[in-house]
């Protein structure tokens, strides 16, 4: 079966300081892979996407995603942190079945950032 | 491009009440789905629907819930004789086309239910 797994339940980093968050993730086929962001009470705000091509994705805000097969992950990544990236990141899988395209989410990493 | 809309934000109920929330999605998106998402987790799909059409309901939808999309718009998901256990929030996203996954998301309705 399909699962996503967030290693880290909380990371804490300073401001200025690189971030790197953990992904892994299982499924047979080739994946469709999604980092979302969510700050406290709002909806999903999607950050990059891999679906196919180049393994190092660029995305809003400053992060970057590498896809590793060999792995299976598919880490978030920011060289300098602002303490306006403090939110709850989700990593997700898009997983067909039948006629669905659902999305697959692990359970999620709290930033927190210091200044 | 205004984005997914969800109504209300906000939902506060008795147990044993019915609820029913409302997803606007984006207007061009003929995909739309529903996930809950409980504290300390992620979204987790619930339905969805090609145009008007509900082709994959979760597990976790019990007999309790019922999801419409009538005329391929927007959508409706009603609890009927709430819990405690449905409390959450509840997040609709929709997506364009076939074979992409990128799906949008709006804020979500929390519901609580005393």
């Known amino acids: 079966a399909q699962s996503v797994t967030q290693p880290d339940i909380h990371i804490t980093v300073s401001e200025g300081a690189s971030l790197e968050l953990r992904c892994n993730y299982s499924?047979?086929?080739?994946?469709?892979l999604f980092w979302y962001v969510q700050s406290p009470g709002q909806g999903l705000q999607l950050l990059l996407k891999?679906?196919?091509?180049?393994?190092l994705v660029q995305g809003i805000k400053g992060f970057e995603a590498e896809f590793k097969r060999s792995q299976s992950s598919f880490n978030l990544r920011k060289p300098s942190v602002h303490w306006s990236d403090a939110a709850e990141y989700f990593c997700?899988?898009?997983?067909?079945?039948?006629?669905?395209?659902?999305?697959?989410f692990g359970t999620g990493t709290r930033l927190q950032v210091f200044p | 491009d205004t984005g997914v809309s969800q109504d209300p934000r906000h939902k506060i109920t008795k147990r044993g009440q019915n609820v029913t929330f409302r997803c606007d999605p984006i207007?061009?998106?003929?995909?739309l789905y529903w996930y809950r998402q409980t504290l300390g987790q992620g979204p987790e799909f619930l339905t969805y629907?090609?145009?008007?059409?509900?082709?994959?309901k979760s597990r976790l939808l019990s007999d309790r819930f019922s999801a419409e999309r009538p005329k391929g718009s927007f959508s409706t998901l009603e609890i009927q004789r709430t819990e405690q256990g449905d409390s959450a929030m509840y997040l609709c996203?929709?997506?364009f086309g076939q074979g992409r996954y990128e799906q949008y998301f709006g804020p979500g309705t929390r519901l609580t239910v005393t």
């Open positions: 499924y047979g086929a080739t994946p469709y």
């Open positions: 997700a899988v898009g997983a067909r079945t039948y006629n669905t395209d659902k999305l697959i």
């Open positions: 996203a929709s997506s």
């Open positions: 891999y679906f196919s091509g180049d393994t």
């Open positions: 629907f090609q145009n008007e059409a509900q082709l994959e």
């Open positions: 207007s061009e998106h003929n995909r």
